[in-house]
């Protein structure tokens, strides 16, 4: 306790530090005044977040306000990213995601699929595995996902027999994380990280990359890091008597509890099915995927499917807020000039290592790993990268989709506990210290990321084809 108030104090020190002394430089050739307080409230605020100083979105609060109190950039500039289309489209999908917890309709889906697979843990890690990627296409808030389906994956785990600290109990709970957390790149709707970095796309980039063209493009990836995560939970956990069989009528009787499909239930999975499609052909009906996921939650809403006291109950708010705030980064630092300042400076250290591609890729990746080491939140990464990336464009041969969906893969990480909530969420659902070793769990997050830099690799010369890679 005494060693982490000390941490808090020294970085918020720094941070404070770092704030007055850069905005009161005099701002070299090329950037002004305002962009020196600019990257004063930036490196504050990163302080704030390395050091745990605050909440994240306590952080995030910090310098939404700080730009605009300092003056390093208007009003009209900062809050483009809370009153945008990517927090529209989190609003109305967490509220999609809220009506299909609380109906049950997912986990009707999830049982139906799952009841295909073998009951042994080869076959049930496998079965949770898959099915939750599947379910990664439906529900883009993987916190929902977490919430909903990691308690279920205990139960399976319980059902089979796995009990504290033992290798089955580590792969059920493997095998449920990464099927709903580390393939989720695979699809737009698969996670709310991926609308966020399409905000920071070109408009060109963003009117080409249809949903479809989004699976189209990630699918030999997703091929590939499914089998490598299937392997690589097979080998890490399968345990060393292969005995434990989960009664084939286990998941029967859970179907069975749940009774016929209820009328809210109906609603919710035609609301959801109806979502799907036309964030499928939303190139066809010109309809933007956020307008559609508001009109989703507008009907669940009118109908009483969702009632207005669940959705304020399930709705993330801290989520929306971070969001909204990070998403001003690119703008601001547009506008201050400083995007252009630093792609000068390092412009001819990427161009020169972009003319290997696989070089390129693989340092890429590794660099994001490292950043999340010390940058926890995967949001604030994506979107310092990108707008370091995006004045660079003309010069690189990679597509900037592209670019933005290698960040997504590494941007997952749960390596150590305080990189990410939602495995800390699901280590406490499985018993938390009492029952498992986080260190076991942080093994598959070290095979993943081998996984990741092989499947990116791999993926080049498909990429080439397809025009991403020039």
């Known amino acids: ?22 905005s009161g430089m005099t701002p070299p050739e090329g950037l002004t005044q305002a962009s020196m307080k600019t990257m004063g409230v930036i490196l504050c605020t990163i302080m704030f977040w390395v050091g745990s100083v605050f909440p994240f979105i306590v952080g ?58 073998p009951p042994t843990f080869t076959g049930m890690s496998m079965g949770i595995f898959l099915t939750f990627t599947m379910i990664n296409f439906l529900i883009p808030s993987t916190a929902a996902k977490v919430t909903i389906y990691l308690p279920l994956a205990k139960t399976i785990s ?32 698969g996670n709310l990280i991926c609308p966020f970095m399409m905000s920071f796309q070109p408009a060109d980039v963003v009117a080409a990359v249809t949903n479809l063209k989004w699976a189209l493009y990630a699918f030999p ?31 029967r009787t859970q ?15 035609g609301v959801l099915f109806a979502c799907v499609i036309l964030w499928a052909i939303e190139d066809r009906t010109g309809f933007d995927s956020h307008v559609i996921a508001v009109a989703g939650l507008t009907f669940l809403l009118m109908t009483g499917t969702l009632s207005v006291a669940d959705f304020r109950e399930s709705e993330s708010w801290t989520t929306l807020l971070s969001s909204g705030t ?38 890429l990746v590794i660099l994001i790993y490292l950043m999340h080491l010390v940058l926890a939140s995967s949001y604030a990464g994506v979107a310092l990268l990108l707008s370091i990336f995006l004045p660079l464009r003309a010069s690189l041969n990679i597509d900037m989709w592209l670019l933005g969906f290698v960040m997504l893969t590494a941007s997952g990480s ?16 499985f018993g938390g210290a009492k029952e498992m070793r986080y260190s076991q769990l942080s093994k598959g997050c070290l095979w993943y990321w081998g996984v990741n830099v092989v499947a990116v690799l791999l993926c080049i010369p498909y990429w080439r084809l397809l025009g991403l890679i020039r």
Do not use: H
Not at 16 to 21: A, D, E, K, M, R
Not at 255 to 269: D, H, N, T, V
């Open 1 to 22: 306790m005494i060693i982490k108030r000390t941490k808090r104090i020294i970085f918020f020190s720094l941070g404070v530090f770092l704030l007055f002394f850069i």
């Open 60 to 117: 995030c609060l910090f310098m939404y306000c700080a730009l605009i109190l300092s003056g390093a950039a208007p009003y009209s500039v900062v809050s483009t990213g809370i009153a945008g289309s990517v927090v529209c489209f989190m609003f109305g999908a967490m509220g999609i995601c809220a009506a299909l917890n609380k109906t049950g309709a997912m986990k009707r889906i999830a049982f139906s699929i799952m009841r295909l697979f």
């Open 158 to 189: 319980d059902a089979m027999g796995f009990g504290p600290n033992t290798r089955g109990r580590y792969g059920i709970w493997m095998a449920a994380f990464a099927g709903m957390y580390v393939t989720s790149p695979g699809f737009y709707t």
């Open 221 to 251: 990836w997703m091929v590939l890091v499914t089998l490598g995560m299937i392997i690589g939970i097979r080998f890490l956990y399968k345990p060393e008597v292969n005995t434990t069989e989960l009664s084939r009528d286990f998941i």
């Open 255 to 269: 179907l069975e509890q749940m009774g016929g499909i209820k009328k809210r239930e109906a609603i919710s999975l």
């Open 326 to 363: 990070i998403l001003t980064l690119g703008t601001v630092l547009s506008s201050v000039g400083i995007n252009d300042y630093v792609a000068k400076l390092i412009s001819p250290i990427i161009v020169s290592l972009s003319s290997n591609t696989f070089i390129f890729m693989a340092a």
């Open 414 to 429: 749960w390596l150590m506990m305080y990189q990410n909530s939602l495995a800390v969420f699901g280590f406490a659902t």
